[in-house]
T-cell receptor, first 110, second 114 residues
């Protein structure tokens, strides 16, 4: 299974834009890139998924360069409630044998 | 609509015992996956079931087994519990088996093995 690498932790002030980058040098052709958010003692929550270029939804944007060896999750104007662990993972088609890494712990500071 | 539900919320077992965890997917979802999350780590994939058939298995010993029922609910069984099995067990459901379908996670069952 292809591996992902993310920063272990990040701090940001409220109201700032946060960009979390994930490296996946060995991404396979049929891999989608998916990001999840997890609060303590809760299950992960889907944020966004993409295959290439840019994807945007109501909570985040996902930027994927042409070589797809990395991706960047962008959270606009974070608030204290965005403090959580963010996971980048690769998900190939067929069976959902997805692999979560250790994630990035985002701490939003007032 | 109700989300994914799991039971029990917490339980404590002794080494060597057996445990059964239960999961009810979101209505209309036919795929259920199980994950183990040890404190401080990301969830690790255990099983995926779709239409009552096992579609994926992670790197877990045969002490772990699961099944999916006709109503798409699922059970995860763990035999001969070890201290290292202490973790949050997460169930996730999705519409179908495939990467384009987002997974909806339940709140988890916190298992403590003493």
């Amino acid at each position: 299974l292809a591996k992902t690498t993310q920063p272990i932790s990040m701090d940001s002030y409220e109201g700032q834009e946060v960009n979390i980058t994930c490296s996946h040098n060995n991404i396979a052709t049929n891999d989608y890139i998916t990001w999840y958010q997890q609060f303590p003692s809760q299950g992960p929550r889907f944020i966004i998924q993409g295959y290439k270029t840019k994807v945007t939804n109501e909570v985040a944007s996902l930027f994927i360069p042409a070589d797809r060896k990395s991706s960047t999750l962008s959270l606009p104007r974070v608030s204290l409630s965005d403090t959580a662990v963010y996971y980048c993972l690769l998900d190939s088609g067929g069976y959902q044998k997805v692999t979560f890494g250790t994630g990035t712990k985002l701490q939003v500071i007032p | 609509d109700a989300g994914v539900t799991q039971s029990p919320t917490h339980l404590i077992k002794t080494r060597g015992q057996q445990v059964t965890l239960r999961c009810s997917p979101i209505s209309g979802h036919k795929s259920v996956s199980w994950y183990q999350q040890v404190l401080g780590q990301g969830p690790q994939f255990i099983f995926q079931y779709y239409e009552k058939e096992e579609r994926g298995r992670g790197n877990f010993p045969d002490r772990f087994s699961a099944r999916q029922f006709p109503n798409y609910s699922s059970e995860l069984n763990v035999n001969a519990l070890l201290l290292g099995d202490s973790a949050l067990y997460l169930c996730a459901s999705s519409l179908a088996s495939g990467s384009i379908y987002e997974q909806y996670f339940g709140p988890g069952t916190r298992l403590t093995v003493t």
